[in-house]
């Protein structure tokens, strides 16, 4: 069963156009774009070595990582470039609703979170 949820997260005029900015939604760090036309999210570390994608520098429909520069695309989670092997992080379908910025997360994530709390 891969069930999800819709999660209202913030305005989406809190988020500049091409920016990210990091939110943390059921003890997952998550990373927000505005690229002007949609949003994208991500997980915000980067596979290198875990810097915050949300403070790299928005280019196209790619960040790149602050730390050493690590290009990641937005909308698939690859990394490009020769060193990456692979690399990925994960992606967050986006919608917006009435203005908010709404992620779609799997509710295994906020089951985990439960089973902490209990």
Known sequence: M??????????????????????????????LFNLGDR???TDNRCPHKGGPLCDGI????SVVCPLHGWKVRLDSGMVEG???SGACVATYPTR???????????????EA?????A
């Open 82 to 84: 020769p060193a990456s």
């Open 58 to 61: 928005v280019a196209g429909d």
């Open 113 to 117: 979170r439960e089973r902490e709390v």
């Open 2 to 31: 891969n069930e999800r949820r819709w999660v209202r997260v913030t305005r989406r005029d809190n988020v500049p156009v091409r920016e990210g900015r990091a939110v943390m939604l059921a003890r997952r760090e998550i990373a």
């Open 39 to 41: 949003f994208l999210a």
């Open 96 to 110: 917006i609703e009435d203005g908010i910025v709404c992620v779609e997360l799997p509710v295994s994530l906020f």
